[in-house]
């Protein structure tokens, strides 16, 4: 029998529970970063969750992901300039975070970054362990 924070470890308590950042970023282009994170908010939030509650969640991870700065720019693609690499791992990171896991697994997160802007990346997920009690698997 295996448990999670106590608790069977079934495959819909797993799901919410723990978050994935999958290696190559899957970003929508046409949204800012704001909007990507409030999308990500609206399909795996609780229904009755309140938009308020939502937007407050969504402005938290940008602040706490450094994103601040860029949460009105579109992510944009190879062929329309958009956010930096780095920006673009954090936000996937957010929206991994967008459901409060426990547990963030991180598959080659600094994958196409340079060494400044992995080490940027890494400062950020270190901050999440030490800050916010997150367990990461990297």
Do not use: W
């Amino acid at each position: 029998r295996i448990l999670f924070g106590g608790m069977p470890a079934t495959k819909q308590y797993l799901r919410r529970y723990t978050g994935y950042v999958e290696q190559f970023d899957t970003l929508l282009p046409i949204l800012t970063v704001q909007e990507m994170l409030m999308y990500t908010a609206e399909l795996k939030r609780p229904l009755h969750e309140s938009l308020a509650t939502k937007q407050a969640e969504v402005a938290s991870l940008l602040e706490r992901l450094g994103l601040e700065v860029c949460k009105h720019v579109k992510i944009g693609s190879q062929s329309d300039r958009g956010i930096s690499g780095g920006q673009a791992k954090r936000t996937n990171i957010g929206i991994a975070l967008i459901t409060e896991p426990r547990v963030l697994f991180l598959d080659e997160p600094t994958t196409g970054l340079d060494s400044y802007t992995a080490n940027e990346v890494m400062s950020v997920v270190k901050g999440l362990a030490a800050d916010d009690g997150v367990t990461v698997v990297a």
